[in-house]
């Protein structure tokens, strides 16, 4: 496509799918099938030979279908897709989210590193650095939502380890409260780090906001992370992950899946080839309907404090980053309640519309607790720094009439 570029939610149904390979279906079957036959034993011995690195590709060749823990056209056409929305060279996908992020933690950190990474994390990847990294050997350090990027450096200097930087890894925006971090400022701070022989990589868990209004590969990150549970899945029914960037890095990153053999199932993929092709509608309503609530709130006697991109104020640090890195909101509104955990419950328990459960990105609308449900695990003066308190609700808005949602948080929070 060189005189036309189709914008990303105009190729999710046909993008990578060759219909006359498919008895001519309109739609990608399902490729449930562990093993592909071999034309030929030659075949079969060259198809070896780039999956296992043994020669280079010749220009024209691809990797044929070997065994599906290695490749299979449902995952396959799925990472083609993925790719379009990030502008990724390549794409792996996993059978969850945090297999995403543990493989990527595990091929690119060695013991003796060190990683830098953002607070609060989602609770499987802090536990993970935590137990599992400091297992093995890898220093960190947390970077806590209201420290400065020079403040970073200095932490870095202080701990005598800057030569074993290895890593970067930032959530933004942060889950529950959607503070927001200067990818491009963490990408500039890696690179001062970088020598010729080893480059500092940033990683972004790209979750929270999904891939259509953040891609932080344009912002300088090396590494897009993603549980497609959420936004990329969007109807609660599935779990998997997606990991992208460029060629070299995701040649490591699916040498590694093969070995762990970690890689998302056909039909999984096969039902979030389906999810791809109304990602663009259900977000674009999911955040007209996310940006309805927050104003609402922000007016309620009963609230005290919203968090959501849509509501930051001009000329602040985060409207400013806000600004330069996201094209949209989102669908993820948290705000404290007056009085405490008892009155969060109550507006919790009185929900009718809006299921308590948590997840996020979904069609349907959910609404969890953070404190004793999602970040039960952090420790208290921690939550206390990230206004994770007895207050703070978090709601992630789906797809249904605005109208309803709005009444259903409003007689919610009549009965507190
Ligand atoms: C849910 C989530 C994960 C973990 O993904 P799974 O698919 O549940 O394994 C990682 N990061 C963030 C930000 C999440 O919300």
């Given at each position: 496509m060189s005189a036309y570029d189709f914008n990303p939610e105009s190729l999710m149904m046909t993008y990578g799918y060759k219909p006359e390979l498919s008895e001519g279906a309109i739609k990608c079957p399902i490729f449930q099938t562990s093993t592909f036959v071999f034309k030929t034993a030659e075949e079969g011995k060259a198809f070896f030979e780039l999956a296992y690195g043994l020669r280079e590709k010749s220009p024209k060749e691809e990797l044929g279908l070997i065994y599906s823990r290695i490749n299979n056209p449902n995952l396959e056409i799925l990472e083609n897709r993925l790719c379009l929305w990030d502008k990724a060279?390549?794409?792996?996908?996993?059978?969850?989210?945090?297999?995403?992020?543990?493989?990527?933690?595990?091929?690119?950190?060695?013991?003796?590193?060190?990683?830098?990474?953002?607070?609060?994390?989602?609770?499987?990847t802090d536990h993970f650095i935590q137990h599992f990294l400091d297992k093995i050997g890898v220093h960190t350090i947390g970077v806590m939502p209201n420290q400065s990027i020079e403040e970073v450096h200095e932490l870095i200097e202080k701990s005598g380890k800057a030569d074993r930087l290895a890593m970067i890894y930032l959530e933004t925006p942060a889950n529950p409260t959607n503070h927001i971090i200067d990818i491009e400022g963490f990408a500039n701070m890696a690179s001062s780090y970088s020598t010729d022989d080893k480059k500092v990589l940033v990683a972004v868990d790209n979750t929270y906001m999904g891939p259509l209004w953040q891609h932080p590969l344009q912002c300088g990150a090396d590494l897009v992370l993603y549980s497609a549970t959420k936004y990329i899945g969007g109807h609660s029914d599935l779990i998997a992950g997606a990991v992208l960037g460029?060629?070299?890095?995701?040649?490591?990153?699916?040498?590694?899946?093969?070995?762990?053999?970690?890689?998302?199932?056909?039909?999984?993929?096969?039902?979030?080839?389906?999810?791809?092709?109304?990602?663009k509608v259900r977000m674009d309503q999911q955040t007209e309907n996310a940006q309805i609530v927050a104003d609402y709130l922000m007016t309620h006697a009963k609230v005290k404090k919203v968090y959501y991109l849509g509501v930051l104020e001009e000329g602040t640090k985060g409207y400013e980053t806000y600004k330069k890195q996201c094209s949209a909101p989102g669908a993820m509104v948290s705000f404290d309640i007056k009085g405490g955990e008892k009155e969060a419950f109550k507006f919790l328990n009185n929900l009718k519309l809006v299921k308590l459960a948590v997840s996020l990105g979904s069609t349907e609308s959910l609404a969890e607790h953070p404190k004793t449900m999602t970040h039960a695990g952090v420790e208290e003066k921690q939550r206390e720094q990230m206004d994770i308190t007895d207050q703070l609700v978090r709601l992630s808005i789906g797809v249904e009439h605005s109208k309803d949602l709005l009444w259903d948080i409003e007689q919610a929070l009549e009965k507190v």
């Open positions: 060279d390549d794409c792996a996908v996993f059978e969850s989210g945090m297999s995403a992020i543990s493989t990527v933690l595990l091929e690119f950190l060695k013991p003796g590193d060190l990683l830098v990474y953002s607070n609060p994390l989602y609770g499987g460029n060629k070299d890095l995701m040649i490591r990153v699916k040498t590694l899946r093969t070995f762990l053999g970690n890689m998302v199932s056909p039909h999984t993929a096969w039902l979030m080839l389906r999810s791809l092709e109304t990602l």
